[in-house]
């Protein structure tokens, strides 16, 4: 008889042990489940497919920022044996108002680079539209150089004369 109450409290201490897994278990697969809840309904709605990226670089590359105009100016190109003219006008196309700020601020900074690099051209480089094209290329890189705020996104020559 004295086995009988060693195996019932044997048993008692096995149940207890079950018991505590069990309630241990459902602790551990709530606090799961509660972080996985978090996860999923804090998660933004706002992620975008990479086509939807894609759409909305190409939206904002279409949109047209803040335009600083450069007036009118001449300059002395390089020919063999000719005195050759530039005549020309410049539209630079700014990112952000905070920019287009920066550029007129640092309007003579920005006319004497662009004096000085295309006063260094040819006539022959300015006369075809793949010289026209590295010239802008050519701006563009130097104009942003001066910039701290933002960068010009284009540059448009709405006046442009080779004599």
């Given at each position: 008889?004295a086995?009988?109450p060693?195996?019932?409290?044997?048993?008692?201490g096995?149940?207890?042990?079950k018991?505590i897994?069990?309630?241990?278990?459902s602790?551990?697969?709530?606090?799961?489940?509660g972080?996985g809840a978090y996860?999923?309904f804090?998660?933004?709605?706002?992620?975008l497919?990479p086509e939807?990226?894609?759409a909305?670089l190409?939206?904002?590359?279409?949109?047209?920022?803040?335009?600083?105009?450069?007036e009118?100016f001449?300059?002395n190109?390089l020919?063999q044996?000719?005195?050759?003219?530039?005549?020309a006008?410049i539209?630079?196309?700014?990112?952000?108002?905070?920019?287009a700020?920066?550029?007129?601020?640092?309007?003579?900074?920005?006319?004497?680079?662009i004096?000085?690099?295309i006063?260094?051209?040819?006539f022959?480089e300015?006369?075809d539209?793949q010289?026209?094209l590295q010239?802008?290329?050519?701006?563009l890189?130097?104009?942003?150089?001066?910039?701290?705020?933002?960068k010009?996104?284009?540059i448009?020559?709405?006046?442009f004369?080779?004599q």
């Amino acid at each position: 008889m004295a086995k009988e109450p060693a195996k019932k409290t044997e048993e008692a201490g096995k149940s207890r042990i079950k018991m505590i897994i069990i309630i241990v278990a459902s602790v551990v697969l709530l606090i799961g489940v509660g972080i996985g809840a978090y996860l999923f309904f804090s998660s933004d709605d706002k992620s975008l497919t990479p086509e939807q990226e894609q759409a909305l670089l190409e939206r904002q590359a279409k949109e047209i920022g803040p335009m600083v105009n450069i007036e009118s100016f001449i300059v002395n190109i390089l020919d063999q044996g000719e005195v050759r003219y530039l005549k020309a006008a410049i539209t630079l196309e700014a990112d952000t108002p905070e920019t287009a700020a920066e550029i007129t601020q640092r309007m003579p900074q920005i006319k004497d680079a662009i004096l000085l690099l295309i006063g260094n051209k040819t006539f022959a480089e300015l006369s075809d539209l793949q010289g026209r094209l590295q010239l802008r290329a050519e701006l563009l890189n130097r104009v942003n150089s001066l910039l701290l705020v933002g960068k010009v996104k284009r540059i448009y020559f709405t006046d442009f004369v080779v004599q």
